[in-house]
């Protein structure tokens, strides 16, 4: 935006009720006596409207977006202060309906026509957050920085809350995206004190700074509290709402599980992602997961099953080749990845090191240089297959210092092996870069520890589930635990398998320690995952929480 725009939050807007009357008490109402078409219908566009800010606290898009068309269809007067203030107010609603659709395009326009509306609105708040959501999502963060916040009130309503949070979030999600980690990290902790705070029993909505923490857990190899963080917002990000939730939460997750040696539980985790994203028309977290799960079935061997999914993230390219130029970038950026990682396993000759480079220069450049990691990483895989070793070297040691100084390390540890070869060969000084690397050895050398500790891990915890496997074979479960495990696998909590099973909740969880000491697992998720593959229960994607 050209010029910061910023606005007093009115006292009305403490009203725990949250109808949409604050808005209307901005304006006199009986200038517009003289108008008999507009004034007979404020009473109930007011209640419409306040359901159409419900439904957006409520992350339901479409709902909001329907109330608001059709207020906009009603008949009206085009002049006085109370159709203006209607006016502002769609606006605002269409501009959050619109995020929350993924249409960044229409929900920007949306947003500045609410603002030139009524820049000093009570919902100009809104206005200003979605523009800075748009403006981070096509990477301009000039732009982004150029929008002003509005001034919190002394007793902020929900709504207010709500843009709150997600302020602090976009601000840690744009210091995780520059590889400010620190900050990133107190950013996304104060959005989540704040999302704390909203008031009444509603649909979690606090999945993206949660999602932001949980990635830098992750890359610190916090893995058990990562998956916690997110797990514990699952249910929420099944019921839709907020894309970034999905592609970031689910994404992570499925990640996690890959870890942990459990590919049908991270493939399980990417089909429930693509279902979402037919549900929702959500193109962009298609793209995510069907990228995902051609790098899983690469890594485990299951080429045919990786070139099946490539080609369907290709058709869905080329069917989104007139969206949103952020929407082109994201699926070209995803198809790419896909297409090389494939081309690494397979046919190395045929990667496509011109396109890679330009991949990873405008991905930095739109601000998202933690997102731009993966691609180096990728890039530098690509070059030792084509015998480039010495511009690998420097690109990896490049790449070494900016992770150094950022604190990141479990993508690097989960990089292919020809880069892990490099990396060694850097740590024993057997290779000659123009860049000084000694002060990287320590960092270097403490990545390749943590890696070959992983990898002992795995290769335990592989053994474990092979051998928990037979005694539960064997030995059976008792038909109550049976029960019980089922029960566990449909997402039940120990208080609800108790009701349903009329025991006490006491009993259930005496009953989970035996199930957990006779499968070998150490939560009720692996519990459940063991028993499926054993063939004890059958679980679907949604059940995997």
């Not at 419409?48 to 207020?71: D, F, P, T």
């Not at 002003?148 to 309503?157: D, H, I, L, T, Y």
Request: aromatic share 4%.
């Amino acid at each position: 935006m050209s010029e910061a725009v910023a606005c007093e939050t009115p006292r009305e807007w403490a009203r725990p009720d949250f109808p949409s009357h604050y808005v209307w008490a901005q304006f006199d109402f009986r200038a517009n006596r003289g108008s008999h078409v507009l004034q007979p219908a404020l009473p109930r566009i007011r209640l419409e409207i306040a359901r159409a800010w419900q439904m957006v606290i409520r992350l339901k898009g479409v709902e909001a977006l329907a109330i608001a068309q059709r207020i906009e269809r009603q008949p009206g007067s085009s002049l006085g202060p109370a159709t203006m203030a209607v006016r502002c107010e769609l606006a605002a609603i269409k501009a959050a309906a619109f995020v929350l659709r993924d249409d960044g395009e229409a929900a920007l326009a949306a947003a500045l026509a609410a603002l030139r509306l009524g820049a000093a609105s009570p919902t100009a708040h809104v206005a200003l957050t979605v523009c800075r959501c748009i403006y981070w999502r096509l990477g301009d963060l000039d732009s982004f920085h150029a929008v002003e916040r509005c001034k919190s009130g002394v007793q902020p309503g929900r709504l207010r809350t709500l843009t709150t949070m997600l302020d602090l979030a976009l601000d840690a999600a744009v210091e995780l995206g520059q590889m400010r980690f620190h900050s990133a990290r107190l950013l996304a902790s104060d959005a989540l004190d704040v999302a704390r705070c909203f008031i009444g029993n509603i649909v979690p909505i606090d999945s993206l700074p949660a999602c932001v923490m949980a990635q830098l857990m992750y890359e610190e190899g916090r893995l058990d509290e990562a998956e916690a963080l997110v797990s514990t917002r699952l249910a929420g990000i099944r019921q839709g709402g907020a894309i970034e939730g999905a592609v970031r939460g689910l994404g992570l997750l499925a990640r996690i599980a890959a870890n942990r040696n459990r590919l049908e539980q991270a493939l399980a985790l990417l089909a429930e992602a693509n279902g979402l994203a037919t549900k929702h028309d959500w193109p962009r977290l298609q793209a995510a997961s069907l990228a995902q799960q051609v790098e899983l079935y690469v890594a485990a061997g299951r080429f045919d099953e990786a070139q099946r999914h490539a080609h369907r993230l290709g058709i869905l390219a080329a069917q989104c080749g007139s969206g949103s130029s952020t929407l082109r970038f994201e699926l070209a950026r995803y198809h790419l990845l896909a297409q090389t990682r494939f081309a690494l396993a397979r046919t190395p000759d045929a990667v496509d090191l011109a396109s890679l480079h330009r991949l990873h220069d405008d991905t930095v450049s739109r601000g998202d240089r933690y997102a731009a990691v993966t691609t180096a990483l990728l890039l530098i895989e690509a070059l030792l297959a084509a015998d480039r070793r010495e511009e690998a070297a420097e690109a990896l040691v490049a790449l070494l210092k900016q992770a150094a100084d950022a604190g990141l390390y479990q993508t690097l540890i989960d990089c292919g092996e020809r880069v892990a070869g490099l990396i060694d060969a850097v740590v024993a000084e057997e290779i000659m870069v123009a860049t000084e690397v000694r002060e990287l050895l320590p960092y270097a050398r403490a990545l390749m520890a943590r890696r070959r500790q992983g990898a002992a891990r795995k290769e335990a915890e592989g053994e474990s589930i092979r051998d928990a496997a037979r005694p539960a074979t064997s030995a059976g479960l008792s038909e109550r635990e049976h029960a019980i495990i089922g029960l566990m696998g449909c997402g039940l909590t120990n208080k609800q398998i108790a009701m349903r099973l009329r025991i006490a909740p006491e009993t259930v969880k005496s009953y989970a320690k035996h199930l957990y000491a006779k499968l070998g697992a150490r939560n009720r998720t692996e519990a459940s995952m063991l028993a499926s593959r054993l063939g004890l229960i059958r679980l679907s994607g949604r059940d995997l929480d």
